[in-house]
């Protein structure tokens, strides 16, 4: 009998629509006439779930009683004996009662794909029995039903259901995942946003790696040898050598560029064993890999280029990254091209970058603009006269005929046109010169001597010389042409780039000083404004020449080193403008920043003078109109007038006097000047004297704290503060009958307290502003106070190291959320 086909719904965790995803399939199935039953369907009492249910033929439920608890399993037998077409069996590894046939409800699984029967089931990524240590390392949880990676990997067909974490969390808070009894922990313990995050991310490389794995089978299997570029591998070659940090940083900014992207580092040694030259650097090296998320392999090659694309091949890659050769130009005219030409040549499909770095070379710099020819060619036009010239004569005396005069005359010509094409004019005229006496004394009678017995031959030597120095001429033209557009080139770069400096910003002057130094080969150079050092790049010795070059009205570039030509001057001067124009930005900057401040400023003096003159005023009124009656000799006042006078006055001024005190921690806040003393603090230390100072009981307060609930790192006074500010809040706007709800629960070293009303809410895009001092919106009514509470909550939260957010209430209202370090012992 043919086995049946397992397709499994994977997704990161619990809610993100699996169960509704198979139903759904189940029902297209269905509808194209394929016989489809609901072998086992766990809905979790949601609603849309189990109206998905609806209209599926369900096999009924085998009902075990263990220590007095009725429990339900998916019937085996009955799925078996109905022999559907395809069954949909929910929580793939879900253990099943004591009793059953099998233990856990893959095992059932793999016994209907046995019977031919096709499966769709759904598991969490939190079941995968690798990846458990990693689940309770993220969320605290351990999980005790898992499924072996090999049955999930044998599966015909993997899909992820996948849903973004806030939209998960939404999905929560509406209601739609637990009950609204079950929700707030949630939130707060497994479903937070980083959890979620991390849950998903290990779902989809599980299952990318899963999908990598079927593809190398697949390429096995049909022989097929050649790289897919299913996603970016980048490999980098390091030698031990200092480069190998740049070669990392630009092999992972290539990876980072496709998602998913791979970086591998490779170290190649010789099969003697022998370490790399730097040990040092590479072990540095190694650790730098293992921060860029990378891995770090060491293969052993007496072909290390071969080695190099071998490995390569072999990890996949799409891109290979090595450095520049360290060697110079004769040492590799001597030993080859170098391992860089024939990676290259061996790589095939794989792109190779061949990067440059500090080693390789010196920096940025400008031509020379001296001589049009360089000293390296003059070398190598003398070079080749003396070794051409005599290798020229011994072949042409060695086929000389009486008849060979003419072709010798232009064999020796040819050498000297080519001695003054690669060295100029001063080769060219000294083989014009060698040419003419060798042909002499070779060739002219009398043989073997220096007479000179026709003056045609003076003249024959004069063409020798005016042809080299016709030739050298336009060489030298040429070369000196070529090296004034290079010169042209290099400085339209540089200005370019210092142009682009200015419009950065922030670094152009510091990007400004260092090209400076490069482009003109100083050892350093120093800008003063107004007598001081603003920026410096390199380092100046006392032997250096130092010239100044002045920068508007106010600095100085100082450049140390060798005295620069006229060419550099005229540039230097752009450079300086342009340095000008920066240091003008800066403080335009800088002054736009002032005025920023200013404005900000002005702002919350309006704001603060706008609530003193409405709410300081109203109680210095009360006050003041309470003892003034008090003390008028003009009317007496019965003993309760009196009394409740002075409670007038008193509470007028227990207002006030919160009032300036709330504005003084303002300040404080605002100028980094709290005072904070932390230290371990029980919460219902804090929690019951701030119900007993608001004066509120259980008929407004509905307390949930946890068992396992540990002490705080915390300000008992400031946080009492803030639990007062926040729950006189929410009674205020919860409406009439509705309690607040205040929990706290412990979570993986950090507490959260979490104040809970059913209030009207705060729309999500005003939220940020209910932290904002002297506004109304949230923390108070529009008719009273200054509108300090939650500006003050947040500061004091933040002072202790935690965080205030708001959050939505499930089911409408606003939930404030307190997150605290929990401290070191346990609550007893």
Known sequence: MKRGRLRVLLG????????????????????????????????????????????LETVPRRREVHRGMALEEMDLDAVLARTPEIALVDELA??????????????????????????????????????????????????????????????????????????????????????????????????????????????????????????????????????WEARERVVVALTGGPEGETLLRRGARIASRSSGGELIAVHVTNPDGMRARHPGALDTQRTLVEQLGGTFHQVVGEDVPRALVDFARAADATQLVIGVSRRSRLAAAFSGPGIGATVIRE??????????????????????????????????????????????????ATFRTESSITSDVLAYQLLVIVVALIGGIWPGLFAAVLSGL???????????TLTIADARQFLALGFYVANALLVSYVVDQAARRSREARRAAAESQLLATLAGSVLRGEDALQAMVTRTREAFG?????????????????????????????????????????????????LLQVIATQIDQAIEHGALAEAAGAARELAETDRMRSALLAAVGHDLRRPLTSASAAISALRSAEVRLPAAEREELLSTAAESLDSLAELVTNLLDVSRVQAGALGVMLAPTEVADVVFP???????????????????????????????????????????????????????????????????????????????????????????DNETGLGLGLALSKGFVEGMGGTLEAEDTPGGGLTMVVTLSTAGKETR
């Open 12 to 55: 990161a965790a619990p809610g993100v629509g699996k169960t509704y995803t198979m139903l759904e399939e189940g029902k297209r199935l269905a509808e194209e006439g394929h016989d489809v039953v609901a072998a086992f369907i766990e809905t979790h009492g949601r609603k849309a779930t189990a109206a998905m249910v609806e209209g």
């Open 94 to 227: 879900h253990t099943n009662a004591p009793g059953s046939r099998n233990e856990k409800r893959w095992q059932d699984v793999d016994e209907l794909l046995n019977a031919g029967i096709d499966v769709i089931s759904t598991v969490n990524t939190q079941h995968i029995d690798s990846l458990g240590d990693v689940v309770l390392q993220i969320t605290g949880v351990a999980q005790r039903e898992t499924i072996p990676d090999a049955v999930l990997r044998a599966a015909d067909q993997i899909e992820v259901v996948d849903l973004a974490p806030q939209a998960l969390r939404d999905r929560l808070a509406s209601g739609l995942v637990y009950p609204a009894e079950r929700v707030d922990a949630a939130l707060s313990n497994y479903f937070r946003l980083g959890n979620l995050t991390a849950l998903r991310e290990i779902a989809l490389l599980w299952l990318a790696d899963e999908v990598e794995q079927a593809l190398k089978a697949y390429r096995a299997e049909h022989g097929i040898d050649r790289k």
């Open 347 to 396: 790589s095939g499909d794989i792109d190779v970058h061949i990067v440059t770095h500090a080693a390789a070379g010196s920096g940025f710099s400008l031509p020379k603009l001296g001589g049009a020819l360089s000293r390296k060619r003059l070398v190598a036009g003398f070079a080749v006269a003396l070794v051409a010239g005599p290798l020229l004569s011994w072949l042409l």
């Open 438 to 448: 060798t042909l002499n004394f070779l060739f002219v009678p009398p043989l073997y």
């Open 522 to 570: 100083l050892t350093g150079v120093r800008l003063l404004v107004d007598g001081e050092p603003r920026v410096a790049d390199g380092e100046p010795t006392r032997d250096d020449r130092v010239t100044n070059v002045p920068i508007g009205a106010h600095g100085v570039l100082e450049l140390h080193g060798q005295d620069l030509a006229a060419s550099e001057r005229r």
């Open 690 to 780: 701030a119900l007993d100072e608001l004066g509120v009981g259980p008929a407004a307060i509905q307390l949930d704290l946890a068992d396992d609930l540990r002490p705080v790192l915390a300000d008992a006074v400031l946080l009492q503060r803030v639990m007062v500010n926040l729950l006189a809040n929410a009674v205020r706007h919860s409406p009439l009958g509705e309690r607040v709800r205040l929990a706290a629960s412990s979570f993986q070293g950090r507490t959260e307290l979490r104040v809970v009303d059913r209030g009207p809410g705060i729309p999500a895009e005003r939220r940020d502003q209910v932290f904002t001092p002297f506004q109304r919106l949230g923390d108070t």
